[in-house]
């Protein structure tokens, strides 16, 4: 009997554990290239993020595809040449977040054409009811993920990328 | 029993985890197979690929004389002919072009619509575009334009097969308004291409249009090419057997063969604009 009552009560801890889960489809990241010729610029919409409360776990996943630039050209050059997306489609962050005093850290590893490095992000984290908002801004180097610039487009193409995250996250309640 | 909380713990843990990757899954979006071909011709043909929305195109194609006509040609390379045209994404689905080449001093106007994709999670899915032209040969007295029309039909069938490989297969008919006695109206050929990708800007190209009721004996051509793809600039370099430009001539009216040597060489360039 004692058993059985221990049972059902760590069924239905299990169950709140996963209460705390927050998501959205429509997240915002947008990248950034300045470069002495030319100043890049692109925004997905679509990024899906998951935030696990209880674990403080978050998850990112994007496709590159739904980078909208403002020149289709530009984006056919993006999509083919630099980030090869009909091989890697998808690009992602999975890792853990801490506060440290004001500032949140996201620390884990992040997935851009087929590699994977672990990164640091810092950012900030407003909780108001049941939404999330997350902001956060970090650089990158094009050749830590093996994304190749001909030296004839030098002058076009930044060698650091600025990204900038932005979510909205509603809780999900089971 | 502890081994019982154990075991309840850590399943609820694992299922946790997966159950925050099927939620960032994109598993179930269509994925469209996007860089079949560099730019809008194999080497003579069309290819499955449409200009984008508001982009112009600009296609500047230059053929030399046959290798064959010694060396007081320079081997050719003392006669040129040139095609202008210019290609315009009405949308991201149809594309008009006009153009015109200086052998056979012929106007082309053409109209390019995709029909089908092809998508990476539908294996037997391809793209496929339907295109239409309409030639008009300048005459100086041009009195009876109907005479000078031909029209061309062609279905574009594209895939690509991997990561390096793309092909395509071309039915297309010519259709003439006027023909010598014992020829027919309507031409069928089909034609046949593939890209081989060297790298991420320079692919091999090969095309080869097969006709069928062949009653003028015309010679088809064979060509080779490679495309080198440089910022908005497509460069593409051939060999072909064939001088003419544009369907009509190239595929049903030609006698150059590369048996005899008749081997032209010539480039295209394509430079793309943005308009929007």
Redesign the interface.
């Known amino acids: 009997m004692k058993k059985v009552f221990v049972i059902i009560n760590l069924f239905f801890f299990s169950c709140n554990l996963s209460a705390q889960k927050f998501f959205t489809e429509n997240a915002k990241i947008t990248f950034f290239s300045e470069a002495p010729l030319e100043d890049i610029a692109a925004i997905n919409n679509r990024v899906k993020v998951v935030f696990d409360e209880s674990k403080n776990e978050i998850g990112f996943q994007l496709m590159i595809k739904d980078f909208i630039f403002k020149k289709p050209l530009m984006q056919e050059h993006f999509n083919e040449n630099y980030l090869e997306s009909d091989k890697y489609p998808l690009s992602r962050f999975i890792g853990k977040l801490s506060k440290n005093k004001q500032d949140y850290v996201a620390e884990g590893k992040i997935l851009i054409h087929g590699i994977q490095k672990k990164i640091k992000v810092k950012g900030n984290l407003v909780k108001d009811k049941s939404k999330i908002i997350l902001r956060a801004e970090f650089d990158i180097m094009l050749e830590d993920f093996d994304v190749k610039i001909p030296k004839i487009v030098m002058y076009n193409i930044a060698e650091e990328i600025n990204i900038k995250v932005y979510a909205e996250l509603n809780s999900l309640n089971e | ?1 502890n081994r ?2 154990i075991f ?2 850590f ?2 843990l694992n ?3 997966q ?3 099927d ?4 598993e179930d ?1 269509p ?5 079949i071909f560099k730019t809008t011709k194999i080497v003579n043909g069309h290819s499955a690929k449409l200009v ?4 112009l195109l600009l296609l500047i194609q230059h053929r030399f004389g046959p290798l064959n006509s010694g060396s007081y040609n320079f081997y050719g390379l003392d006669n040129a002919q040139v095609r202008i045209g210019l290609e315009y994404g009405l949308s991201d689905k149809i594309n008009i072009s006009l153009g015109r080449s200086s052998f056979l001093k012929t106007i082309d106007i053409t109209a390019k619509a995709s029909i089908l994709n092809q998508f ?1 999670n539908k294996k037997s899915s391809f793209k496929l575009n339907y295109l239409i032209s309409i030639f008009l040969k300048q005459e100086i007295n041009m009195i009876d334009i109907s005479e000078q029309l031909s029209y061309l039909h062609q279905l574009l069938l594209a895939k ?1 097969v991997n ?1 390096k490989l793309s092909f395509q297969l071309t039915p297309t008919l010519v259709h003439y308004n006027y023909v010598n006695d014992g020829q027919k109206n309507d031409k069928l050929a089909i034609g046949t291409a593939f890209r081989y990708k060297i790298n ?2 320079v692919s091999f190209n090969s095309e080869y249009f097969f006709q069928f009721h062949n009653t003028n004996e015309s010679i088809s051509p064979l060509s080779f090419g490679f495309d080198i ?4 600039h497509v460069f593409q370099l051939h060999i072909t057997n064939v001088p003419a430009m544009f369907e009509k001539a190239f595929i049903f009216e030609n006698y150059e063969s590369w048996a005899d040597g008749d081997i032209y060489f010539g480039f295209n360039i394509s430079r ?1 604009f ?1 308009l929007k």
């Open positions: 029993m019982i909380i309840f713990f399943f609820t299922a946790n985890s159950e925050m990757y939620l960032l899954s994109f979006e994925k469209q197979v996007k860089s984008n929305n508001g982009d990476h690509k990561d991420n800007r793809e440089t910022g908005g793309y943005t």
